[in-house]
C-alpha cells in the first residue's frame, strides 16, 4: 500500500471543477493530525510548485495564481487532505502532488503518483 495516494483529477473545460484527494492510508491518526500538509502541481517542463496549504490548526494559505479558485481543507479522521478547484484554467493543466513537511521543514513522504488534471478549450 502506497504512502499517499492522490486521486480527482481528469479533464476538464475551462471554468470547471475538479475536487482532488490525497489520503495516507499507511499513517495513524495520532501522526497525521499535527501534520502540515501541502498541494503542489509539476506542469510539463516546469519546476513542482506548492499551489495550497493547511497547518494542523486549519489555516491556510494559497499561491497567487489560484486564490479565490481554490480551497484545501483536510479531514483528520480519514487522514485525507483535499483540494477544490473551481473555475479553472489551461494554466492549472499539471500533475498535483500532496505531500506533508516535518517539523525540520523536510517532505515527509516520499512523493506519490499525483494526478493528471487537464484543463482543454
Do not use: H
Not at 92 to 116: M, R, S
Request: charged letters at 15%; proline letters at 5%; aromatic letters at 12%.
Amino acid at each position: 500500500q502506497p504512502q499517499l495516494v492522490e486521486s480527482g483529477g481528469g479533464l476538464v473545460q475551462p471554468g470547471g471543477s475538479l475536487r482532488l484527494s490525497c489520503a495516507a492510508p499507511r499513517t495513524i491518526t495520532s501522526v497525521f493530525n499535527p501534520l502540515f500538509w501541502g498541494w503542489y502541481r509539476q506542469a510539463p517542463g516546469k519546476a513542482r510548485e506548492l499551489v495550497a496549504s493547511i497547518s494542523a490548526g486549519g489555516s491556510t494559505n494559497y499561491a497567487d495564481s489560484v486564490k479565490g479558485r481554490f480551497t484545501i481543507s483536510r479531514n483528520n479522521s480519514r487522514k485525507t487532505v483535499y483540494l477544490q478547484m473551481n473555475n479553472l484554467k489551461p494554466e492549472d493543466t499539471a500533475v498535483y502532488y500532496c505531500n506533508a513537511l516535518t517539523t525540520a521543514n523536510e517532505f515527509k513522504y516520499d512523493w506519490g503518483q499525483g494526478t493528471q488534471v487537464t484543463v482543454y478549450s
